[in-house]
C-alpha cells in the first residue's frame, strides 16, 4: 500500500503545500509515499529516499502551459479531494489547499481539516496516517537549499543597494484587475524612483533599458525551468535585497517561506488584492507594505 500525493496545480500551489507534504511524510515514517506534482517537483528532493519516490505527472506544466502527457487514474480524478485505488490512497494536495478554504493561500485552518480528512480516510479503508500539528505557521514552507554563492558575489560587486520586482504575470487571471502593462508601469516607477540610487533586479527580462536595470536570465543565467529551481533561487536572491516588490502570483509567492519571513532587513511591498495582503501580513508575518497602483 502506497500513499500518492499528487497536484495538477501551478508553482504556487505547490510550494504552498510543501510544509504539509513534508509533515505527513514525517509523520508517518512506516508508509511508503509517491510524490507526483505537475511541476516544481525540485521543492521535494530533500524527501526523497528508499520509502519516498517522484513520479512524473501526466498532465504537467511546461513552464506556463499545462501539456496532457497521458491519461490514467490521476488525470481523470484531477479534482477529487482523496481517492482509494487498487489498495493506494491518492491525497490531491492542490484540493487539500484550496477545499473548503477561505483564500487559497492561508494555512490558518489547515491542520483541522487535513486531520478530518485523514479521519474520513480512515473510516472508509481502515488505514491510519497521522498528522502531528500544533500551530500552523509549522506548515510555512522551508525553501531546499541552493548554492547562490555566485550570485552572491556578483551581487556584491555592484556596490550599490538592492531591489527586486518580480515582474511575472499569474496563470490564474489574477492580473486582471490592473493595466495589462502593469509591469512596464511598476519599472519605470521604480527606475524613476530609485533607479540611480538601486541596482534593480527583475525576476524576467523586459523591453526597458537602463543601466541599473538587470534580470535574473541575463544576470545570472537563473532560466525558468519546470523543477522550479529557478523560483527557490529567486527568493535566495529576494532575501539579499533591500526592497523587494511582488504581486499576486505563483512565482512570487516561493517569498513565503521560513527563511524570508525571518530576515527583517528586507522590505516588502505587495501589489494587489487586500484579502491576499491581510494574509500574507498577518498569517505569514511577512512585514509588507501594501502598494496601490
Known sequence: MKIILHSPGHNGDIVLVLGIIKKLINDNLDKEFIIIPACSDYLFNELLSDRVIFEEHPVPWNIDKNIHYKTNFISENY?????????????????????DNYNCISLLNRPLFIIHLLQDIYIKTRIKLFFHCINYKELIPILPYINIVYITEKIKSYNKKLMFFYNQSSYSGCDTNYPSNINEILIQRLLAQ?????????????????????????????????????????????????????????????LLNQINIANKNVKYYFIGESCYFNIIKNEYELECTLLSI
Do not use: Q
Not at 79 to 99: A, K, P, T
Not at 221 to 230: V, Y
Not at 235 to 247: E, P, R, S, W, Y
Open 79 to 99: 479534482s477529487i479531494l482523496w481517492n482509494y485505488h487498487n489498495g493506494n490512497i491518492y491525497i490531491n494536495f492542490w484540493r487539500v489547499l484550496v477545499h
Open 194 to 254: 530609485h533607479g540611480e540610487d538601486y541596482k534593480i533586479i527583475l525576476s524576467k527580462p523586459c523591453d526597458i533599458i537602463h543601466k541599473n536595470l538587470i534580470n535574473v536570465e541575463t544576470e545570472f543565467g537563473n532560466f525558468p525551468s519546470h523543477d522550479g529551481k529557478n523560483l527557490i533561487i529567486n527568493a535566495n536572491i529576494a532575501n539579499l535585497c533591500d526592497m523587494v516588490f511582488f504581486k499576486n502570483n505563483g512565482g512570487s509567492f516561493f
